[in-house]
């Protein structure tokens, strides 16, 4: 999955799950929190439905408030976990 692929999933978990109101298209510069309207609720909502959709686990000692600044920032972390994820799968076999 690209990063364009990943943020057009993350724009309709976040206008479906979380019911924001967003522009048709979210760019990866944009502020979670500035640009989007999205709080400190919808941010503890959000990983519990980034780990549904994208079948990743977020660690808590890695919910650093840095991977929630911009929507690109929060795809990139999402890439690094499905990345861990198979790591872990291939150490194990």
């Known amino acids: ?9 993350l724009r309709q ?9 967003l522009p048709d ?5 944009d502020r979670l929190y500035e640009d989007l309207n999205v ?5 503890l909502q959000l990983v519990v ?14 919910l650093d408030p840095a ?6 920032s929060l795809v990139d972390f999402i890439h690094a976990l499905k990345g861990e994820h198979i790591a872990q799968m291939e150490t194990k076999s």
Request: charged residues 30%.
């Open 1 to 9: 999955m690209d990063k364009e692929q990943t943020v057009s999933q």
């Open 13 to 21: 978990l976040m206008s479906e799950q979380l019911e924001l109101s």
């Open 25 to 29: 298209t979210i760019k990866e510069e």
């Open 39 to 43: 709080d400190s609720i919808m941010v």
């Open 49 to 62: 439905y980034i780990e549904e959709v994208f079948n990743v686990t977020v660690p808590e000692e890695e």
């Open 67 to 72: 991977v929630f600044q911009t929507v690109g």
